[in-house]
């Protein structure tokens, strides 16, 4: 027998479409969610993870977004590197 340790194309090209749809309809979700500010946020997908970057008004809104996302049937991680500024640091410079 002989063992090969890669992929057809077909199922990469079809893993891309699948990152690609889920990428839509995350953006889709957060866009929806009336709760969440999505102006700000991008979305991009890597092997069903959702990787959520940008800025948000609050820690209540980026978690949010994550909750948002993760329960997208098919996504099998969130990554978080959604920002919000702290209102205690604001002016507080030493």
């Known amino acids: 027998y002989i063992v090969h340790n890669e992929a057809p194309a077909s199922w990469i090209s079809a893993g891309a479409e699948v990152d690609s749809e889920l990428a839509e309809r995350v953006s889709e979700i957060l866009h929806g969610d009336c709760l969440i500010d999505a102006a700000k946020i991008s979305v991009r997908v890597m092997n069903r993870t959702v990787y959520l970057e940008g800025a ?14 993760i329960n997208i049937f098919g996504v099998r991680n969130v990554v978080n590197y959604l920002t919000f500024s702290c209102p205690y640091l604001r002016g507080n410079r030493m």
């Open 56 to 69: 948000v008004n609050s820690e209540n809104e980026r978690n949010m977004a994550y909750q948002d996302a």
